[in-house]
């Protein structure tokens, strides 16, 4: 029995839609990586021909700003995959794709996705649907760096970290991301970014060690966000 029948992927993203026999398709055409912390998996501008299927670990999706810093824009986590929306609209993908953390990813070529795209219209409205819910997900950041300061962001973010990724068992952030990465997911400086999280270690809300953070006051923190 192929091993992407039970895949975590599958469970969890358009890949649910295909059948037994094109399951084992897939599984003859799909190639297995491992990621390192730190790799790129894809450029922003590159062709990648195809999609990557998150088996575990972490990686953010950043996009080069015009003063040449990364803005995150998105976090993606195993279960999920990337390059669904270049795939289908043919064209480079917008974004880069860096690890955060070991990966393990395979990657399924183009020719092989919209085979199953344009025969399998349970798989494709799927896909549609992941596509939609990737766009509604940046309207949302949008509005959200376009309306709320950069405290109620960064309030905003760590909640969503805890949230979507979890804890480790000291109860800090299981995803540990640089001062720079965080301040580039809420969209500011450095600078703001670690003056702001000193502020919440100072009034309780969080505590600080090293790169862990871990959330003391949800309740206050949700607060600040809203």
Do not use: W
């Amino acid at each position: 029995m192929s091993k992407c029948e039970h895949c975590i992927v599958r469970e969890f993203s358009s890949l649910k839609a295909l059948s037994k026999e094109e399951l084992l398709k897939l599984a003859d055409c799909k190639t297995s990586q491992t990621i390192k912390k730190g790799d790129i998996i894809f450029e922003e501008g590159e062709n990648v021909n195809g999609i990557f299927c998150v088996k575990d670990g972490v990686c953010k999706m950043t996009k080069l700003s015009p003063n040449g810093k990364d803005q995150i824009v998105k976090l993606v986590k195993k279960g999920e995959l990337l390059g669904q929306r270049s795939m289908i609209s043919d064209e480079p993908v917008n974004l880069s794709a860096v690890a955060l953390e070991d990966m393990e990813v395979c990657f399924i070529p183009k020719t092989e996705v919209m085979e199953f795209f344009t025969e399998n219209n349970k798989f494709s409205l799927n896909m549609m649907r992941a596509v939609c819910g990737d766009l509604k997900e940046a309207d949302d950041h949008m509005v959200s760096m376009a309306q709320k300061n950069v405290k109620a962001r960064l309030a905003e973010t760590l909640l969503y970290l805890e949230e979507t990724f979890g804890t480790k068992p000291d109860g800090s952030l299981h995803i540990q991301l640089s001062r720079e990465e965080l301040a580039g997911l809420i969209g500011t400086a450095t600078e703001s970014c670690i003056r702001l999280l000193s502020e919440l270690n100072k009034a309780g809300y969080i505590s600080i060690t090293g790169k862990h953070i871990t959330l003391l006051d949800k309740a206050k923190l949700k607060r600040i966000a809203e």
